[in-house]
């Protein structure tokens, strides 16, 4: 009779430990749910957005003519079909089937041109394009005419035609014959960077 009070009181003991063991238990299943929803969180994350428009990206015929085969670049992916020697002589408004001088010009030339090919000659502006800019014109499909200008002096034209939002990327193409005709750096490097800045835009092209 002595011992069932020191008997219960044990099982009283194992039966806490017991409900202590379980609550632990609880509370650690309970703890372990925000840190599965976390996980579920981070692998739900948006994916990385990229886009390239297929341009076929021209050389240009003449020295001076990066501005031309650019544009006739851009042109041609609206669907026309055009020389660089047409679409220089509608830039400066000259008489179709002549041979146009090797002459330099600017976004403004390439917009009297596109606007011949029945293309709408987009907003010409001084400066660079933001990045959400660029991706908002690649993902509406339409190329975008830049002017650089050269540490070294003097001038260029390129169309970027791509992005990635790895790095913030910018693909652009080329027209000097002996250069890469597709190329791809950071949209900060494209800005501004030791061989060239980005001083002039042409966008909005076709919309």
Partial sequence: MTRAPA????GKTRIRGRRLSLAALVAS???????????TTGEQAPLRAAKRLDITMQAQQKNNWCWAASGNTIA?????????NQFCNAAFNRQQGTTCPNNQATLGNVQNALDWAGINAGSYVSGWLRYPTVQSEINAGRPVETRIQWSSGGGH???LYGYDDADSMVYW???????????????SWYVNN??????????????
């Fill in 7 to 10: 008997s219960a009181h044990t």
């Fill in 29 to 39: 299943v309970l703890l372990s749910v925000p840190t599965t929803a976390s996980a």
């Fill in 76 to 84: 041609t992916w609206f669907g026309r079909n055009y020389s660089q």
């Fill in 157 to 159: 034209m390129h169309v």
């Fill in 173 to 187: 193409g080329d027209p000097w014959p002996s250069s890469n005709r597709y190329n791809w750096a950071s949209h």
């Fill in 194 to 207: 030791d061989q060239f800045s980005w001083t002039h835009s042409l966008y909005r092209i076709g919309a």
